[in-house]
């Protein structure tokens, strides 16, 4: 079975800081794919970022990155240089054979001007 | 904006009714998947349909049923409806299988 486990309820960084969000899952499949997803106050889920499982290289996008460890099934989000626009909840998903994501219960980040 | 539409953005309505959710997916997306966001449930998946087929089932209670029309939108009915069952219903879509999903807007459900 897929499980994702977030353990920061909440976290909170200065505006213009770097935050580092954890991320851990478990897995039998050796085919899978994780992911970040944003759902700010509106509640809307916007995807940030997402890692194949097969590459070695961590995933960028923008102010976004992924540290993504296999061997420890760790997938943490750093954020760099925070905007007040960061400030949402931030869900870790895994995918595999199983066609559906597999969401942990989300750490909500507060950024402080 | 996702590119996938969900209707009605808000419901409210009376425990034992029956409910139906409707999501048009992304253009080309061919896969529709149904979530459910509660505050003691979080996250779950609750069913998947691809081209018209379902392909992977959640936690879904039977009380739930979904399906994909032949122009790819997807409908979620919900009958006999508790209390439990408020939330917040999502829609999400993708080109394949394992491709990353786009979320809708959701519906928020609300049973009194």
């Known amino acids: 079975a897929q499980t994702v486990t977030q353990s920061q309820p909440e976290m909170s960084v200065q505006e213009a800081e770097t935050v580092t969000l954890s991320c851990t899952y478990d897995?039998?499949?050796?085919?899978?794919?994780l992911f970040w997803y944003k759902q700010p106050p509106s509640r809307q889920m916007i995807l940030v970022i997402r890692?194949?499982?097969?590459?070695?290289q961590n995933a960028t996008e923008n102010r976004f990155s992924v540290n993504f460890q296999k061997a420890a099934k760790s997938f943490s989000l750093k954020i760099s240089d925070s905007q007040l626009g960061d400030a949402a909840m931030y869900f870790c998903?895994?995918?595999?054979?199983?066609?559906?994501?597999?969401f942990g219960t989300g750490t909500l980040l507060a950024v402080q001007p | 904006d996702s590119g996938v539409t969900q209707t009605p953005k808000h419901l409210i309505t009376a425990t034992g009714q029956r409910v139906t959710l409707r999501c048009s997916p992304r253009?080309?997306?061919?896969?529709v998947y149904w979530y459910q966001q509660s505050l003691d449930q979080g996250l779950q998946f609750l069913i998947q349909?691809?081209?018209?087929?379902?392909?992977a089932k959640g936690n879904i209670l039977e009380r739930f049923s979904a399906q994909q029309f032949p122009d790819l939108h997807s409908e979620l009915n919900l009958s006999s409806l508790e209390l439990g069952d408020s939330a917040l219903y999502f829609c999400?879509?993708?080109?394949?299988?394992?491709?990353?999903?786009?979320f809708g807007p959701g519906t928020r459900l609300t049973v009194l």
């Open positions: 999400a879509s993708s080109v394949g299988l394992a491709n990353e999903q786009f």
């Open positions: 998903a895994s995918f595999a054979s199983t066609n559906k994501l597999i």
């Open positions: 897995t039998s499949e050796s085919d899978y794919y």
């Open positions: 890692q194949e499982a097969y590459k070695q």
């Open positions: 253009s080309g997306d061919l896969s």
């Open positions: 349909y691809y081209n018209g087929e379902e392909r």
